[in-house]
Structures are given as structure tokens and as C-alpha cells.
């Protein structure tokens, strides 16, 4: 049984990968931008988008498109994306390729898929990130994030707490926290999209040798933060058939 599950698991989040890879990318410059896809789903309405004013003060940015929830009496989480951080100039570093993996416990059977988004308050947790492993919930506690571009409310907020997280659930489990839950380097993924030596290197200031496609994910990161509007660089993901809905993790919809 253990074997078929795992094999069901890796089989999903492998086609999960596969489909969002357009033909003539690479499966990084994939991650890339389904990454900034995602991004745009949560900044693009202004009801429901995570505040610009939280993204200006924010040390760094995690997306993981598609977080696959297996879980038959254990479940568990596992996706892959990538995180940026600000960089001494102020702007978003060259990204880094990410793994998300956590655990969870209770009667669950079925399976979700989620979009995930960290927003990190300060540089505590963004060097634990920078170090190769970070916690949800250990290494920075887990605030729900607010919502609305233009309310009075968001507008005034400080913004003190050391982490907020945002999902969009397409799945059976909405309303899961992800405490406990890890980030972790992908090194194999960051290898494979940075030449090894070269000028541009992950989570560094972003130069000339900066990949395209890295650099259109930052633009987005970096528009969501100063427009009104989110960016166009990448297609909104149109989740309308399964009625996705934005809401922070661990709070309410209200």
C-alpha cells in the first residue's frame, strides 16, 4: 500500500510539472512562470489582492504553484517553486528555485492541489532561507495576510508580523495551515538555470546576466508593489471552473 500511494504521489505531482511546461522552455524557466502566473492571481483583484503597501516593506517573496496534498490517514504537502529577497539596493534578488515539503496528521483522504504565497517581514527569516532551510511556524510565525489593494483598512496597517501567508485552493482541504511546512533550496534547479561561476547566481544582485525569464517575474514582483494593477507579463491563471477562491491561510474568508 505504502508503495502504491507514493507511487500515485509522485505521479501526480510529476504530471502537475509536465503540464505546466510549455514546449521550448526549459523546466525551470516553467517554474518561472507559472510562478508569475500565480502572482498575478493574487494581485490582480482588488477585493481580494495581497496590499502593494505589504509587498514594498516585504524582505522576500515565496510562490509555489501547485502544492499536491496526498493524504490517506497521514497526508502530506509537497510543491516546488521560487523565493526572492531584498536585495542592500532595495530590489528583488535574482530567484532562487524552492522545494516546499510538510506533514500533516488526521483522518484525511482525497488530495488537493494549492497555490502558496510567503511574504517575509523581515531579514531574520530571510537569512534561514538564504542558509537552505526554513520552517513555517519555526523559523517565523505564520500570520494569515491581509487582503484588498485600496481598503482604509490594509492602507494602515504596520505590517509587523514576521511572515504572512496567502493560498488559493483548488482542492478538498481549503483552509489548511501550512505550519510546520518547509522551504528548501532546490540546488539541482539552481545549477541547472545559473551557469555554475557565472555572474548571475541565485538570491545576488541581479545583473546584465540576469535571465530573461527571471527578470519578467521580477518586473511582476516589483509592478505589484508601486501599480494598481498586476502585471501582464503573465497570464491569470483562470481557475473560474473549480471556484478558487483567495483567502489567507489559517483565517477566514470574511
Do not use: C
Request: avoid cysteine; charged fraction near 15%; aromatic fraction near 8%.
Amino acid at each position: 500500500m505504502r508503495r502504491i500511494l507514493t507511487a500515485i504521489s509522485g505521479f501526480v505531482v510529476g504530471g502537475l510539472l509536465l503540464a505546466g511546461q510549455s514546449h521550448g522552455q526549459t523546466t525551470e524557466e516553467a517554474r518561472l512562470a507559472s510562478a508569475g502566473a500565480v502572482f498575478n492571481a493574487f494581485t490582480s483583484d482588488p477585493a481580494t489582492a495581497i496590499p502593494p503597501s505589504l509587498l514594498q516593506q516585504a524582505q522576500g517573496i515565496a510562490i509555489i504553484p501547485r502544492v499536491v496534498r496526498v493524504g490517506f490517514i497521514f497526508g502530506g504537502r509537497r510543491g516546488k517553486g521560487v523565493v526572492v529577497v531584498r536585495t542592500e539596493n532595495g530590489e528583488w534578488s535574482n530567484p532562487s528555485f524552492v522545494t516546499f515539503t510538510g506533514g500533516s496528521f488526521g483522518a484525511q483522504i482525497g488530495g488537493e492541489s494549492a497555490d502558496v504565497i510567503l511574504v517575509f517581514g523581515n531579514q531574520r527569516s530571510v537569512r534561514n532561507i538564504s542558509e537552505g532551510k526554513f520552517t513555517v511556524g519555526g523559523d517565523a510565525s505564520a500570520t494569515a495576510g491581509p487582503v484588498g489593494r485600496n481598503s482604509t483598512t490594509t492602507r494602515d496597517m504596520t505590517f509587523t508580523a514576521e511572515l504572512y501567508t496567502y493560498v488559493r485552493s483548488r482542492g478538498l482541504f481549503a483552509g489548511a495551515t501550512v505550519e510546520g511546512a518547509k522551504l528548501g533550496i532546490d540546488d539541482d534547479a539552481n545549477r541547472s538555470f545559473y551557469s555554475p561561476g557565472g555572474e548571475a547566481q541565485p538570491l545576488t544582485v541581479t545583473t546584465f546576466a540576469t535571465p530573461a525569464s527571471a527578470r519578467r517575474l521580477l518586473t511582476t514582483l516589483s509592478n505589484a508593489g508601486t501599480s494598481s494593477a498586476g502585471s501582464t507579463d503573465f497570464a491569470v491563471e483562470d481557475d473560474r471552473s473549480e471556484e478558487a477562491t483567495i483567502y489567507p491561510l489559517g483565517g477566514s474568508t470574511n
